[in-house]
């Protein structure tokens, strides 16, 4: 390392604490896996293998608790009087004790999450070339991996409308140089992935947007991302993460129907897939499940940011999610298709302003990961008995067995010949039972 040497194990931030091991349901160890057992085989399948767990940068090493009401209430022994190049050193040393203390194989992060305030793009750029050696070497040091980076398109006040959709090109244009730059650090990283959240890529209103042409930049821009990355030779896949509002009105990006929708047009539906956020799921007024079923039905299954919302408010709460139930229904579309390929479980989830000690977030995370490992449970144990697998294929077994279902859905079946045949037949079906209550019960039967 040019500025200085990278100490993994000295002086560690974490001090009282063990690294996190797997004690077994059993356990009264609060800082103890109860059942993510990594080398458990589950469905043929290491644990570790079907969820890929990452940590996220950005809530766990970067807020400081403040929240529009009030300033910081963590005081992180990383965290410095200002962001400075020190701070930014100490932040990313922290970061990797935690990394290694919870025993997970990946990481996430942002360019200014691991970068000292870069007040100019230049500055940016420099600032993110020397965090990527130190990252390759905490990388090294550690056997921790990234899943995925991505640009911080948001927070600088330049991006207020947008960062690919900015009116402005010359804003745009600092978007696309900070995407190369965050894209081929990733690369060089072996990142499995690159994200792209589209926060300020939408309106506040109609009346200082012109949608059309917003809409036609960012396909542009997008195509150009996916030609660097072939030019550059990233085997990752490139996602973006939908969500449907929040920071702006109307985020273009709104849930994983419309992200399809929108990479068809623009013909990257078989390059562009999708990381999918439950609280970004209840937002566009959707369940977890929903999107996953939707995204692995067009093809477009990427990765998942795990967290929830919450029943008491409308916003982006980003808790750790401890529904063992709500995962599990996600799960159990998920699986079937094969699981995450590139993807994996990355905690964008965040502490509660009012959990301030470091122990928190140790605490925080065994709960997200614990919950992820009982639903994986779940969902296996649901689909090996295979009875709601069953009770589907039946439900749907007469397009495949009866000569109606088959003549309708052939080549020359139009809407006049199936409705002269119902007519001609006398059909007047009835409706069978779709036997909700019992499904639920089968799957409250399997929760771990
Ligand atoms: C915001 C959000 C982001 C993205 C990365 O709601 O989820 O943290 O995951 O920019
Ligand atoms: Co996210």
């Known amino acids: 390392m040019a500025d200085g040497q990278i100490k993994v194990d000295g002086d560690p931030v974490f001090k009282g604490i063990d690294p996190i091991r797997f004690e077994g349901p059993d356990s009264e160890n ?109 990388q090294d040091a550690t056997g921790i991996k990234l899943l995925w980076g991505t640009a911080n398109l948001f927070s600088n006040p330049r991006f207020g409308a947008g960062g690919l959709t900015n009116p402005n090109p010359e804003v745009a244009a600092v978007a696309v ?88 047009r623009f013909g990257l539906e078989d390059e562009v897939h999708v990381n999918i956020e439950p609280n970004h ?36 709460t980003d808790q750790f999610n401890l529904d063992i139930r709500d995962i599990t229904l996600a799960l159990i579309e998920l699986l079937p298709s094969g699981g995450l390929d590139t993807g994996g479980f990355n905690f964008d989830a965040k502490v509660r302003r009012q959990s301030s000690s470091v122990e928190d977030l140790f605490h925080a995370h065994v709960g997200g990961v614990d919950a992820l490992a009982r639903a994986l449970l779940s969902a296996a144990d649901i689909l090996e008995r295979g009875d709601i697998a069953k009770f589907k294929a039946d439900r749907y077994a007469g397009w495949e067995n009866s000569d109606l279902g088959k003549m309708m859905l052939s080549e020359g079946a139009s809407l006049e010949s199936i409705a002269d045949h119902a007519a001609k037949a006398g059909l007047s079906p009835s409706h069978a039972s779709g036997r909700q209550e019992m499904l639920e019960n089968l799957v409250n039967r399997s929760l771990k």
């Open 30 to 138: 609060p800082l103890a896996y109860r059942y993510y057992d990594k080398d458990q085989i589950v469905l043929g399948k290491r644990m570790e293998d079907h969820l890929r767990m990452a940590v996220c940068y950005w809530h766990t090493f970067c807020w400081d608790g403040f929240d529009v009401f009030g300033g910081g209430t963590f005081n992180r022994p990383w965290h410095g009087a200002v962001n400075d190049r020190a701070a930014a050193d100490a932040k990313m040393a922290a970061a990797f004790e935690f990394f290694s203390k919870l025993g997970l194989p990946y990481y996430c992060f942002h360019d200014v999450d691991v970068t000292e305030d870069s007040p100019t793009p230049d500055e940016l750029s420099s600032n993110l070339k020397r965090m990527g050696d130190r990252l390759a070497a905490y």
């Open 281 to 316: 799921a209840t937002l566009a007024g959707h369940s977890f499940a929903h999107e996953i079923a939707t995204a692995v039905s067009l093809g477009i299954m990427g990765s998942i940011d795990i967290n929830c919302g919450n029943y008491q408010n409308g916003w982006d």
């Open 177 to 264: 140089r900070q995407i190369r730059d965050c894209m081929e650090v990733t690369h060089a990283l072996g990142g499995e992935n690159y994200v792209l959240w589209g926060g300020r890529e939408g309106y506040d209103t109609l009346l200082n947007t012109d949608l059309d042409r917003e809409l036609g930049n960012f396909g542009r821009f997008l195509a150009m991302v996916v030609d660097h990355k072939h030019k550059i030779g990233f085997e990752g896949k490139i996602l973006i993460e939908p969500k449907p509002h929040e920071p702006m009105y109307h985020q273009y990006d709104f849930d994983s129907a419309t992200v399809y929708g929108f990479l068809k």
